[in-house]
């Protein structure tokens, strides 16, 4: 079965301090990988697909990467707007299957 | 160039009743899919509509259905109302497929459904 685990839970950053968020998963036959930030009380906005190993995307503080087995979003010297939960979620062409997120606390 | 619009935003409802949810895509997407959010099991996949049919289902129980108009707007319909049911109801629309070759999805905002 897919699975999509995401850590951690919660994050708490002080302003410019940067850091990493992980997403591990197993699917059978990725087709892509995704990164969606979610506010309170909105959709998910889409940041990032990252289709195979190996492939880094970048946007503003934000930085993508994957590999076989996982993908780590980097976030570099933060700001209080980057507070949102980031999610991130798998397709195999049937199926989006999303990690639970991990909540990011920016404080000034 | 507006984004997706759902409707209504809020609704409460009590067991045992039924409820449509109103989905517009970005004019030009002609992928329509479904989403269950909750704190507790977090975003779950519901289906996906392009062209008017249904290509792929999550596991979810037959109450919960959808379809999909010519115009790519898509309705979704959840019969016989549990408590459990309460839940954020995303959709996303991509220009294409949205899962195959995966094309990139845009949510819209969510109905919020209380069940009582």
């Known amino acids: 079965e897919d699975q999509v685990t995401q850590s951690p839970e919660a994050l708490r950053l002080q302003e410019g301090e940067s850091s990493s968020l992980n997403c591990s998963y197993t699917?059978?036959?990725?087709?892509?990988l995704f990164w969606y930030r979610q506010d309170p009380g909105k959709g998910p906005e889409f940041l990032f697909t990252?289709?195979?190993a190996g492939e880094e995307k970048e946007k503003e503080r934000l930085k993508a990467t994957l590999t076989k087995k996982e993908s780590f979003l980097h976030i570099t010297a933060p700001k209080p707007e980057d507070s949102a939960t980031y999610l991130c979620?798998?397709?195999?062409?049937?199926?989006?299957?999303f990690g639970a997120g991990t909540t990011v606390t920016v404080r000034a | 160039k507006a984004g997706v619009t759902q409707t209504p935003r809020y609704l409460i409802k009590t067991r045992g009743q039924q409820v449509t949810l109103s989905c517009s895509p970005i004019?030009?997407?002609?992928?329509v899919s479904w989403y269950q959010q909750t704190p507790g099991q977090g975003l779950q996949f519901l289906f996906e509509?392009?062209?008017?049919?249904?290509?792929n289902k999550g596991n979810f129980p037959g109450r919960f259905s959808g379809r999909q108009f010519s115009n790519s707007r898509s309705e979704m319909n959840v019969s016989t109302l549990e408590l459990g049911d309460s839940a954020l109801y995303l959709c996303?629309?991509?220009?294409?497929?949205?899962?195959?070759?995966?094309?990139?999805?845009?949510f819209g905002p969510g109905t919020r459904l209380t069940v009582l």
């Open positions: 699917v059978s036959g990725l087709r892509g």
């Open positions: 990252l289709y195979s």
């Open positions: 509509y392009f062209s008017e049919t249904q290509r």
């Open positions: 004019s030009g997407h002609r992928s």
């Open positions: 996303a629309s991509s220009l294409t497929r949205g899962l195959a070759g995966a094309n990139e999805q845009f």
């Open positions: 979620a798998v397709t195999n062409d049937y199926k989006l299957s």
